[in-house]
């Protein structure tokens, strides 16, 4: 076996495991996806399209990036990436990360600039007829917002395999929600994914990045704690948590 077509079938049995565990997508879909430039997105892009030529289910997919404004951007690479596809890319040009990063914003640059591109791509999904978005967060990706949500946040949740708003007329998904970070890497390696360079100033630089290196020296002192908090979001005991205030 290849080390191609092992990455391959590795990342294929996850994402259809919480495909049809959550029920993402349904016959004639239209589905967002929202690309940053980045691995994940990219496999999630490339993932969804090679998998509407193997299932019965007929779905049509539309790669939205939404440029934070900071310049040296990477549409061009993405939309060239889209067309091998057979796909076109939606771009739509903002000035979010400047916003977040000028002293007149109060938040977090990464939530302040996260919270917008989310808003907008919620109305470009709209204006394109589609009733569901596909992000590229991953299993990891979950793990951290549940510790950012307990150390910054002061609550217990974090981001969902499927999430409905509008009273369930419109829906956010994430296939690689089941997915390791390191297969997403060993899979996009083998396929070759152009690398763009994250023009962000805060890039590597944020709580999330913090949290992630926490985590990464839990999980090099157990091999088990990865899986075991990642089950733990689907075995929570109400009785042994504090009652709400």
């Known amino acids: 076996m290849s080390r191609h077509s092992h990455a391959y079938k590795v990342l294929n049995r996850l994402i259809a495991k919480a495909i049809h565990r959550y029920d993402m997508i349904s016959d004639g879909d239209r589905i967002a996806v929202g690309l940053s430039g980045g691995k994940d997105s ?18 049509e997919l539309f790669p939205i990036y939404v440029d934070p404004g900071f310049g040296g951007g990477f549409e061009d690479g993405l939309a060239d990436t889209c067309r091998q596809l057979n796909l076109a890319l939606t771009v739509d040009r903002t000035n979010h990360g400047i916003v977040a990063h000028s002293p007149a914003n109060r938040e977090n640059p990464c939530f302040l600039c996260a919270r917008l591109r989310r808003k907008r791509l919620f109305e470009i999904a709209r204006d394109l007829g589609c009733a569901k978005l596909a992000l590229g967060h991953n299993k990891d990706d979950v793990i951290e917002t549940l510790f950012l949500n307990i150390c910054y946040a002061g609550e217990i949740s974090t981001m969902v395999p499927r999430q409905e708003f509008f009273g369930g007329r ?12 390191k297969s997403i890497l060993r899979f996009a390696g083998t396929q070759r994914f152009p690398r763009f360079s994250n023009p962000c100033p805060s890039a590597g630089a944020t709580k999330r990045s913090e949290i992630k290196i926490m985590l990464e020296e839990l999980y090099r002192s157990n091999r088990k704690i990865k899986g075991n908090i990642y089950r733990s979001m689907s075995h929570v005991k109400m009785a042994y948590l504090l009652k709400q205030r």
Do not use: K
């Open 42 to 59: 990219l496999t999630l892009l490339w993932s969804l399209a090679e998998r509407r030529r193997r299932v019965p289910v007929r779905y």
């Open 170 to 181: 419109f829906v956010v998904i994430r296939p690689l929600a089941m997915v390791d970070e």
